[in-house]
């Protein structure tokens, strides 16, 4: 058990000299992107400061004006020919309501232009940018702009983190009714960040939040009455805050998602496209072009699909997408002629729409017994797209397409005996279809299901098993992201963002530096475990580039090094 030991040993210091090395390199591209990005970031806190200034200033101003109106208004009473000067003051009126327009358009303009550098951003200096034309827009009372500085002095985007003038911003926002402005203070003030710790008026500003549309303030109400968090536990009330995101989501999908197609499962291979990781490699990605281009036809249909969704950190590229799933239907695949079906049916720039041309697609993967292209078939017929509406031919697709296992087909089943769609109304085989479907885990079909338990419909009515589903549907919506939106997706995983926070807690509240404390350790040591116990030696060392890191001669060096630590151990153990 000794050299095993002395193994382990070994590889635990080349585990935190390689963190010493990467934290070094780290460092090192910081710096680099703090000189590229100066001049930026002091524009943007010139910008800022200018903003709160100019809003103070603002409502002093508008408090004489109003004063002096009053007193124009008494003394105008006064004056012979109050018609002319009416007259007047409307032309006046009318250049001041122009003027404002043109000002919030330009600030409009402005803030358009910041989220499409943001969006098309690929490094640190583009999206500083980006926030400068956010601070520009902020200043002519962009209030989306404003919402996006005020995270950003929040989070400590570019290295301007300033809580207070954070919530200097949230506040005044707030007073304008922006609902995403009420959910960061009850954020904040519910942990006490950088304000009083008071869960009373936390509460407040996640209700304000709700009211005013926060999808997030209403999560948020809805898990403390759900599990009583300074509120008296309330099911009901949990419910009905639930189900207002729910529906908010469900809505979004039946309209984006009228006509869905689900990924097939992906190839199963090493370091395969199914995998969880959230980014492909870029050289994992070249090894997977090579193999579609010598034909491997499974390959075509996945890199099809990722391209077609934009997913693993590839662009959605429509004509790419379109390109492998021709390649791989020409050699025969049922499911790239489904996808290809698919694109004509919702149309794109690569594949305009085309109900004739989705048509033929979809029968040629459903001759071939393909569930994709049995429920295309049926959705055409269920919307008449192309072709006539026809319930009992969209029924027959769909049954077929469900007896494969195809969760959207048991879906839209359920969905048409529960709505008596073609067929009578059915609630006992609506519920064994959304069963069926949710078992895949199908989002509408959860959705159906958890309105069904909340309304008694074909089930015994039961709140706990209602809020349980939609909490389910929306975890399968991914739709837990903070206060900024709603989206389909997960936010990763941020090592650096944690630890920003845990600094954030313990700046705030001297009683939280205990617990911050062992927090950080936790973390430090699970990311050094993960690092070690998961170690692929090739795609690790390649990553960090040693030869740019230790030179040509790193092998050498490494050796030499283990020799040393060797040396150093035998002399302690038997000296």
């Known amino acids: 058990m000794k050299p095993l030991s002395l193994l382990i040993e070994i590889l635990i210091i080349l585990g935190v000299i390689i963190k010493n090395i990467e934290a070094g390199k780290h460092n090192k591209k910081q710096k680099e992107r703090n000189v590229t990005t100066q001049v930026s970031v002091n524009e943007i806190k010139q910008f800022l400061s200018h903003i709160l200034e100019r809003r103070k200033l603002i409502k002093v101003i508008h408090q004489r004006e109003n004063a002096l109106g009053k007193k124009k208004i008494q003394h105008k009473l006064r004056i012979k020919g109050i018609q002319n000067k009416d007259l007047s003051k409307r032309k006046k009126n009318h250049l001041r309501k122009q003027a404002k327009k043109n000002f919030t358009d330009e600030g409009d303009q402005l803030f358009k232009m910041g989220i499409k550098i943001l969006q098309q951003s690929k490094s640190q200096k583009q999206k500083a940018e980006a926030y400068v034309f956010f601070a520009k827009a902020a200043d002519m009372g962009n209030l989306k702009a404003m919402e996006k500085m005020a995270d950003a002095l929040l989070f400590g985007n570019f290295g301007m983190q300033n809580i207070t003038a954070a919530i200097q911003l949230y506040e005044s926002l707030a007073k304008e009714g922006s609902y995403k402005a009420q959910n960061a203070l009850g954020f904040l003030s519910s942990y006490g960040i950088g304000m009083e710790y008071d869960q009373a008026k936390a509460l407040i500003y996640y209700t304000f939040g709700s009211a005013g549309g926060s999808m997030m303030s209403q999560m948020i109400l809805g898990y403390r009455y759900l599990s009583g968090i300074n509120v008296l536990q309330n099911c009901e009330v949990a419910l009905n805050h639930y189900k207002k995101v729910a529906d908010y989501i469900a809505d979004k999908l039946e309209k984006s998602e009228g006509i869905p197609v689900e990924k097939v499962r992906l190839t199963e291979r090493p370091e395969n496209l199914s995998s969880n990781s959230e980014i492909l490699d870029w050289d994992i990605y070249q090894y997977y072009k090579f193999l579609a281009e010598r034909g491997d036809v499974q390959i075509q249909v996945s890199l099809g699909q990722l391209h077609l969704t934009g997913r693993k950190g590839l662009d959605q590229d429509y004509y790419k997408a379109l390109y492998y799933f021709l390649k791989a239907a020409k050699a025969g695949s049922a499911n790239a002629m ?197 170690f692929n030696f090739t795609m690790r060392w390649k990553w960090m580039k040693l030869d740019n890191t230790l030179g040509p001669y790193w092998d050498l060096f490494v050796i030499g090094l283990i020799v040393a630590v060797l040396i150093f151990l035998l002399r302690n153990r038997y000296g």
């Open 338 to 534: 489904a996808f290809i079906g698919k694109m004509y049916l919702e149309g794109n720039a690569a594949a305009p729409q085309n109900n004739a041309t989705a048509f033929k697609y979809f029968s040629m993967a459903a001759s071939k017994g393909n569930a994709i292209g049995l429920h295309g078939l049926g959705l055409v017929y269920f919307y008449g797209k192309g072709v006539p509406v026809n319930y009992a031919e969209a029924l027959k697709y769909f049954q077929k397409a469900a007896e494969k296992g195809w969760p959207n087909a048991q879906f839209q089943l359920g969905f048409m005996y529960y709505s008596g769609s073609g067929v009578w109304k059915d609630y006992k085989l609506a519920f064994k279809y959304f069963y069926l479907a949710s078992q895949s885990g199908q989002p509408l079909a959860i959705y159906y299901l958890a309105e069904m338990y909340a309304t008694g419909t074909g089930v015994l009515r039961s709140c706990r098993t209602a809020v349980e589903k939609r909490l389910r549907f929306l975890k399968k919506r991914r739709c837990f992201r903070w206060h900024f939106s709603c989206g389909n997706e997960l936010p990763s995983k941020d090592i650096h963002l944690a630890r920003r926070l845990y600094d954030m807690a313990a700046q705030t509240s001297p009683d939280a530096h205990t617990p911050v404390f062992f927090a950080l350790m936790k973390l430090e040591t699970v990311h050094l475990l993960q690092d070690i116990l998961f």
